[in-house]
């Protein structure tokens, strides 16, 4: 028995719209994990570092929040931590100088994280390159000096950021572990994520006040990195200390 098919213009021009469709939202899905890589670069151009060649960078993100940071201050002071990278929103930290001002005095390592809170993959290049300016500015006020080091507020960047912090003078700087902190999942949970670490990971935590349990849980987490005889460097002296990796992004 044969079968014969017939389809009219309209059909074919419904299956191709279709098709067309799918294959933009297959796109759209795969550079949205690209994005969530946890470094990139640019070929032949700035790089942003996730992950160097020993040690180990302990680092937090602080975006907002008026309780928890000074709590972890007191904790990483009491475990005598030493190397430490605080990455503060100039927002927060304008709100915020004396605890600024009490992490310089502790020889903690600064970092930006922007100004305000935004994922810089939906701005335009000029309200990124402001973002950053303005979070530069607010650092300058704060007697915050020779600040390097930059991270995107959401951990979302591309190549743009990449460039404008390039231009701007500053390294971009992600994270190889994320102890996801944030998601209040339990000290216990939070120690066994960051006990994953090896020599070369940069290690993010957070001192915003969504992390309700972080200053509880960093005691087990720093005494897991001791006794596997990592040495903690702030994010600068990884950087410096050998060949940093990045990911290439188209």
Not at 1 to 26: C, E, H, L, Q, R
Not at 130 to 155: H, S
Not at 157 to 181: M, N, P
């Amino acid at each position: 028995m044969n079968f014969f098919y017939v389809m009219n213009a309209k059909s074919i021009k419904t299956v191709f719209v279709i098709v067309i469709a799918a294959f933009f939202t297959a796109w759209f899905f795969y550079m949205e994990n690209m994005v969530q890589l946890p470094a990139f670069s640019a070929k032949d151009g700035p790089k942003a570092i996730y992950k160097g060649e020993k040690d180990l960078a302990l680092t937090f993100n602080i975006g907002w929040g008026d309780e928890k940071a000074e709590p972890i201050l007191d904790v990483l002071k009491k475990e005598k931590a030493g190397a430490v990278t605080f990455f503060l929103s100039g927002s927060w930290a304008e709100r915020h100088p004396d605890l600024v001002n009490r992490m310089v005095k502790e020889g903690y390592e600064i970092g930006m994280l922007g100004y305000e809170y935004k994922d810089y993959t939906d701005l335009e290049e000029d309200k990124i390159r402001r973002d950053i300016l303005k979070a530069q500015e607010a650092f300058k006020k704060l007697n915050v000096k020779n600040i390097e080091l930059l991270r995107a507020p959401t951990g979302h960047f591309d190549q743009r950021t990449l460039k404008i912090a390039e231009r701007l003078g500053y390294t971009v700087v992600h994270w190889s572990l994320d102890t996801k902190d944030w998601t209040n999942p339990g000290t216990e949970v939070i120690a066994e994520n960051a006990a994953k670490a090896k020599k070369g990971d940069i290690l993010l935590m957070h001192a915003s006040d969504s992390a309700k349990q972080t200053a509880e849980a960093l005691p087990l987490v720093l005494k897991d990195i001791r006794s596997k005889n990592l040495k903690m460097v702030t994010a600068s002296e990884m950087i410096a200390n050998g060949d940093s990796k990045s990911a290439e992004i188209k």
